[in-house]
């Protein structure tokens, strides 16, 4: 069981990016698929989550400007992230789940995901 982030970068405060996770060692379309993020000095923190059935959930410090899909003949869960602010700054990780765990959409995650990857660096900057 693997998941790979990727998509990461440095863009302008306004900017937009898109994360991919793709998923190997497994077929994705029985699984939810959560992203959580730490920034430098802070507490990681859940950013959204989407479940098997495409039910999608939001931590309100992204909703209205991230929107997370999947698509599962390619095997990848998408993160669209729009409207990008200097504190959305982090290290983005995704991680597999049987659902979506209110932690993946609260202020705090205090979780350890049994699968998650090596995370993809978010840098909002001018």
């Known amino acids: 069981v693997q998941v790979v982030e990727s998509g990461g970068g440095l863009v302008q405060p306004g900017g937009s990016l898109r994360l991919s996770c793709a998923a190997s060692?497994?077929?994705?379309?029985?699984?939810?698929i959560g992203w959580f993020r730490r920034a430098p000095g802070k507490e990681r923190e859940g950013v959204s989550c989407i479940t098997s059935g495409g039910t999608t959930y939001y931590a309100d410090s992204v909703k209205g400007r991230f929107t997370i899909s999947r698509d599962n003949t390619k095997n990848t869960v998408y993160l669209q992230m729009n409207s990008l602010k200097s504190e959305d700054t982090a290290v983005y990780y995704c991680?597999?789940?049987?659902?979506?765990?209110?932690?993946?959409?609260?202020?705090?995650?205090?979780?350890?995901?049994?699968?998650w990857g090596q995370g993809t660096q978010v840098t909002v900057s001018s």
């Open positions: 060692g497994f077929t994705l379309n029985h699984y939810a």
């Open positions: 991680a597999r789940e049987n659902w979506c765990r209110p932690q993946y959409y609260s202020d705090s995650f205090n979780y350890t995901p049994l699968y």
